[in-house]
């Protein structure tokens, strides 16, 4: 049965702020009556970023309270509270005695509604009178709390509280204390590192066009405008991740992208020079854009429209790509709802060169529909001259597909430029934003009867793989992790152990992929002596600790 909540204060009802706390402190089971003696104290950093950076203010904060009987607290965000100033040595004594000292964790379900917890639950600034405390030893002090956020994250990094004794806070604790936690604010922009600022400030002049969606993704951080909060779901950030490995470095990059939504979005991205990060600005297309066509399938969208178009005519066409890349689906989208007849040269060997073609002849003159011969590039000189002899007057709309152009054999070059039409399909390591989607098309094709979804740690490994075998490797991947659900989250846990994220190593650039490839072999000759392999290396141990550090390399 639920806890009744307590009598609130005699002179009037308790503000809106004050009464979610008190419920949600009753939901946590505590009582007006409750002991402080079980507030927990820990040990913690004082070094931390916070401390750091909020010790100047708070010094000068201390000197200028100096005669009066106020007392400053600063917690961390899990709630710690990490530094205490005050000059009235009674005030802190009597502080001590509900459990505010050093180290203490003081949340909500452990002090009850206070200017230290309830802040640090609501992220936003409070200030109590006496009454509104809700545990009785707390009543007896009033205060102002005010979250103080990191700059660049957005994240929560504490909360800084004024407190004195006495029945009603002075208002204004309210401008002294916004004022010096924007002051820690701007000392945490100080100290953070220099590529998160760059990063900042770029997203901050991409951001001034509010009717524009802008993201930013650091190594450690992503920035997010209120159009970009609305506009993106989960999966589009996984996407964007994606598309961030491939932005060139010295020009921008512009693509169309259908968004977990539907909505069309245009895509301009750029890389952050001094920064390790990329920030995204995404414009709506208009309406009749943005309501054309599915989501994207197993064909490049370009390449599907493309495909579409071709139905019109009854040109030959060639339709190349790697393996598994989706060429016969590709044939399909081009077919539309004609007949599809299929002759693969795989089979020449278990039919012999005549037998196979004459079906081909035969096929090409009285097949009413599309004739896809598949695998061209397996196709002998004579077969691919007899096949070029039939383009031109075949009664069936002929189709070819093949691996890549530039890896065919001369004849087969020769008999793929016969084809008035080539569609290449891009494989999957270059369509990474796609794969959200791609995932989902697959997974209900697989099992329309389970409801389960891809997270975007998930989608971000899947994003991160090579894929050698293209969309029938992807197939495989999604059926064993749909396989292993019938309902809720697919997480990383769930993908088969090649996909999940096992190191760094995928995410580097060419460049520290060679450096971390000549450090791990120096290493290995050297039986793991450092100084030998420094050595051999031709660089410093320390600068081989430094990149053994930064590489990730654990021995």
Known sequence: MPVPMPRPPEDGP??????????????????PDASLDRVPITDFDRTSRLIVAARPVLDELQRQLEYTSLCLILADRDCRIVDMRFADACLGGALEQIGVVPGSIYSEEISGTNSVATPHETHRGLLVNGEEHFLEPLKKFSCYGHPIRHPVTGRLEGVLDITEAGPTA????????????????????????????FLLAAFQSAAKRRSHAVVAFGAD????????????????????RALASDVPADRPM?????????????????????????????????????????????????????????????????????????????????????????????DVPSLGEGPWGDRLADLAATHQGVLAVEEIQLL????????????????ARLVLTSCPRDSLAAHVAALAASCVSHVELPP????????????????????????????????????????PGNLRELLVVVRHAV??????????????????????????????????????????????????AAERLGISRSTLYNRLRSLRITL
């Open 254 to 346: 512009v693509r169309t992208l259908r968004l977990a939504s539907g909505r069309a979005v245009t895509v301009e991205a750029a890389r952050i020079g001094g920064a390790s990060g990329t920030v995204f600005r995404l414009v709506s297309e208009t309406a009749d854009g943005a309501a054309s066509g599915n989501r994207i399938g197993h064909v490049v969208p370009g390449v599907e429209h493309r495909l579409a178009r071709l139905r019109e005519t009854r040109s030959p066409v060639l339709i190349s790509g790697e393996p598994g890349s989706g060429r016969s689906h590709a044939v399909r989208t081009l077919a539309g709802g004609e007949p599809i007849v299929t002759l693969d040269a795989a």
């Open 14 to 31: 308790l503000r809106p702020e004050i009464a979610a706390s008190w419920q949600r402190v009753v939901n946590a089971g505590l009582t």
């Open 170 to 197: 002075n208002p204004l604790f309210v401008p002294f204390v916004q004022r010096a936690v924007r002051d820690i604010e701007e000392r945490l922009l100080e100290c953070s590192p220099r590529g998160e600022r």
């Open 428 to 467: 999957l390591r270059l369509r990474r934003h796609e794969l959200p989607a791609l995932v989902e098309r697959i997974a209900r094709e697989l099992r329309p009867e389970v409801n389960v979804r891809f997270t975007p740690s998930a989608l971000t490994a899947l994003a991160a793989q090579q894929w």
């Open 380 to 395: 002998s000189a004579a077969l691919c001259v007899r096949l070029t002899g039939m383009l031109p007057e075949s009664a």
């Open 221 to 240: 951080i992503v920035l997010t405008n209120p159009t970009a909060v609305d506009l993106l779901e989960a999966a589009d950030h996984a996407v964007l």
């Open 483 to 532: 396989g292993a659900r019938s309902t809720g989250d697919v997480t990383v846990a769930d993908l088969p152990e090649s996909c999940r994220p096992a190191s760094e190593a995928r995410s580097l650039t060419p460049w520290e992929q060679a450096e971390l490839d000549a450090i791990v072999a120096a290493l290995r000759d050297t039986g793991g002596n450092k100084r030998q």
